[in-house]
């Protein structure tokens, strides 16, 4: 659902009138900032050894981004169910991007990217993004060594990272088990393009939105660079996330120099916590390409 290139110039005029995987990585490298907050942390694995969480295998959002009033396309963030990598039980969280057939026939988008996230700490442990964008291709592997603080990546190179590094999906999901409050700040190490960046997001108060999923009391946050690297030349970007214990986010209002962009929340469908005593559907072991 997202693609990359968020810190770098676009590569055409087309990248101009198509900017969505540049936007969509943008709003799940905001909700990477939320994981660690001024007296917020996050509850610890139960007795069970699952981070209590309200979402679970099965859930899926639905988002159309729109270009000024035209809808450029759509995305999609989903919990398809569980995997196990290096011995350790992980949600497989997928994201995708797609341009709808008027601006593919201009500039075709088909990204993909895949999070496995721990169950027990909400870390994660495997990072994987497909880049299909026009004519560029580039696909990218991590695996996150957490004991050793080590982002290793599939070509052999090694980047160093910090305690708690998230990626940009799995942050995203570590967020919505937080207390986020207007007034607060909070803050997190995200690792991405080789760099683990000290992110902020000012939380500035509750604002009532409407989308086509409905309407809904949210959260106003907007992210705060410490130091040079994500937002730069971006514009502003602000976030609304419910305000309720899923913090779904429901709007994405984005301002750049070459418009504004909105992602807006379509759909949405529950999952199933593995606290909840149902049964979660166990992924097959397959490669990150599947299903895409």
Do not use: W
Request: glycine fraction near 8%; charged fraction near 25%.
């Amino acid at each position: 659902m997202m693609a990359y290139l968020l810190f770098t110039p676009a590569r055409s005029s087309k990248m101009l009138i198509f900017p969505s995987r540049r936007v969509f990585l943008m709003i799940l490298l905001v909700m990477a900032c939320f994981a660690v907050g001024a007296g917020a942390e996050p509850a610890p694995a139960d007795s069970s050894g699952v981070f209590p969480v309200e979402f679970g295998p099965g859930e899926k959002m639905v988002f159309n981004i729109t270009y000024g009033i035209v809808v450029a396309g759509e995305a999609t963030l989903e919990i398809s169910g569980l995997k196990e990598y290096q011995g350790h039980s992980c949600y497989n969280v997928q994201s995708k991007t797609m341009s709808n057939r008027f601006f593919s026939s201009i500039y075709k988008v088909r990204d993909k990217i895949v999070s496995y996230i721990d169950t027990q700490d909400l870390y994660s442990r495997y990072f994987y993004k497909r880049l299909r964008e026009g004519d560029y291709k580039k696909n990218v592997e991590i695996s996150f060594d957490h004991e050793a603080q080590l982002a290793r990546y599939s070509n052999g190179n090694e980047y160093p990272t910090k305690v708690g590094v998230q990626d940009v999906l799995s942050a995203f999901y570590f967020v919505r088990s937080l207390d986020l409050e207007p007034g607060n700040e909070y803050a997190v190490p995200a690792h991405s393009s080789r760099k683990t960046y000290d992110l902020k997001v000012l939380v500035h108060g509750r604002e009532h939105v409407k989308v086509p999923a409905g309407e809904f009391d949210c959260l106003v946050v907007e992210p705060v660079i410490e130091g040079e690297g994500l937002f730069k030349h971006e514009g502003k970007l602000t976030l609304y996330l419910t305000d309720d214990s899923l913090k779904i986010p429901v709007l994405i209002k984005t301002k750049v120099p070459v418009g504004t962009i909105d992602v807006e929340l379509k759909e949405y469908r529950p999952g199933h916590p593995l606290l909840s005593g149902l049964p979660a559907q166990k992924n097959q072991e397959s490669s990150p390409e599947s299903g895409s």
